[in-house]
């Protein structure tokens, strides 16, 4: 079972600057995919970005340029930068790791979520 644990969520204000943090219990390599959630006040959780075993990344539109997912392996840790930050970024940012068990069934899972507000 992979956990994850995040940090680095916070108050920061409009255009400005944030890193988040996630650390696996298990190998990046071992996990198929990896990467951020998010879910605004009120709305549904939706994908911000993902990266799979091989380092490929994809953005969500709205923080696509804004918005940088990395890894370093050898800490089992994934990052966010985000940068140029609006209001509508404003949630709570999950990790989320989806992991291939037994060559045929997914499961995934889903750190505990870390706030992240913007404000003027």
């Known amino acids: 079972q992979v956990q994850l644990a995040e940090s680095g969520g916070g108050l920061v204000q409009i255009g400005g600057s944030l890193t988040l943090s996630c650390t696996a219990s298990?190998?990046?390599?071992?996990?198929?995919?990896i990467g951020w959630f998010r879910q605004p006040p009120g709305k549904q959780r939706e994908q911000v970005a993902i990266?799979?075993?091989?380092?490929?990344?994809n953005y969500a539109e709205p923080v696509e340029g804004r918005f940088t997912i990395s890894r370093d392996t050898a800490k089992n840790t994934i990052y966010l930068q985000m940068n140029s930050l609006k209001p509508e970024d404003t949630a709570v940012y999950y990790c989320k790791a989806d992991q291939l068990i037994g060559g045929t069934n997914w499961r995934d899972y889903w750190g505990q979520g870390t706030q992240v507000t913007v404000s003027s």
């Open positions: 990266m799979n075993s091989s380092g490929g990344t």
């Open positions: 298990e190998s990046l390599f071992s996990i198929g995919y």
